[in-house]
C-alpha cells in the first residue's frame, strides 16, 4: 500500500512568519509531486510540483523534494491569513497511467 | 475555460436509494479521476480513466459502486443501494495523461440518512 503522510496539525504561524509543511511518502518509484491547497468547503486547487531533488520557488512558495529522503515540503514565506487552509500532498509514480495518491493534509492557520 | 463540472452540488438520499453521481471533464483532457473525501480517511481515488477506458478501479469499496465514462466529455459514479457510510464529498477531477496534476470539480457532497 503505497503511501504519503503529513502532520494533520493545526500548525498556526503568526502573519509574516515562514510556515512549513511536511510530507513523507512510502514508493520509492515516485516521480512527480504536488501541492494542493484546500479551503474549508471547497475543492482541492494546485499550488506547486515538482520533478527533481532540490527546491523549486514560485512566488511565496517554495517546495523542497530529497527523494533519497522520502520527504517532500512546502515553505510559504510571509504567511497571510488568506494562507489559512488545508495543504494536501500528493504523489505520482509516473508513467502513462499515472494517479495520485494523497496525504490527508495539513491544517494551517495563519493568525494576524 | 470551463473547468470540471460536476452535478449535483448536494444530494441527500435515503438509504437502500440509487445514486447517481455526474461529471464532464475538462475539454481535451483525457483522464478522469473519481475521488471520495471524508474527514477520517481524506481524500481517497476510487477509480480513473484514461481514454475512456477504465485503468484502475481497485479503490471502489464495494460491488455497490460502480462508474462509466460513455465518451471523453461525461463520466457518471452510481451508488445502488446507497448506505449511510457512503456519505461524503465525491469529486471529479481530470487532467491530460502525465500531466502536471489533476483540475478538480467543486464536489458533490452525499449525504445518505
Known amino acids: 500500500q503505497k503511501e504519503v503522510e503529513q502532520n494533520s496539525g493545526p500548525l498556526s504561524v503568526p502573519e509574516g512568519a515562514i510556515a512549513s509543511l511536511n510530507c513523507t511518502y512510502s514508493d520509492r518509484g515516485s516521480q512527480s509531486f504536488f501541492w494542493y491547497r484546500q479551503y474549508s468547503g471547497k475543492s482541492p486547487e494546485l499550488i506547486m510540483s515538482i520533478y527533481s531533488n532540490g527546491d523549486k520557488e514560485d512566488g511565496r512558495f517554495t517546495a523542497q523534494l530529497n527523494k533519497a529522503s522520502q520527504y517532500v515540503s512546502l515553505l510559504i514565506r510571509d504567511s497571510q491569513p488568506s494562507d489559512s487552509a488545508t495543504y494536501l500532498c500528493a504523489v505520482s509514480s509516473g508513467g502513462s497511467n499515472y494517479k495520485l495518491t494523497f496525504g490527508k493534509g495539513t491544517l494551517l492557520t495563519v493568525n494576524p | 475555460d470551463a473547468g470540471v463540472i460536476q452535478s449535483p452540488r448536494h444530494e441527500v438520499t435515503e438509504m437502500g436509494q440509487e445514486v447517481t453521481l455526474r461529471c464532464k471533464p475538462i475539454s481535451g483532457h483525457n483522464s478522469l479521476f473519481w475521488y471520495r473525501q471524508t474527514m477520517m480517511r481524506g481524500l481517497e481515488l476510487l477509480i480513473y480513466?484514461?481514454?475512456?477506458?477504465?485503468?484502475?478501479d481497485s479503490g471502489m469499496p464495494e460491488d455497490r459502486f460502480s462508474a462509466k465514462m460513455p465518451n471523453a466529455s461525461f463520466s457518471t459514479l452510481k451508488i445502488q443501494p446507497s448506505e449511510p457510510r457512503d456519505s461524503a464529498v465525491y469529486f471529479c477531477?481530470?487532467?491530460?495523461?502525465?500531466?502536471?496534476?489533476?483540475?478538480f470539480g467543486n464536489g458533490t457532497r452525499l449525504t445518505v440518512t
Open positions: 477531477a481530470s487532467s491530460l495523461v502525465g500531466g502536471q496534476g489533476y483540475n
Open positions: 480513466f484514461n481514454n475512456n477506458v477504465p485503468i484502475d
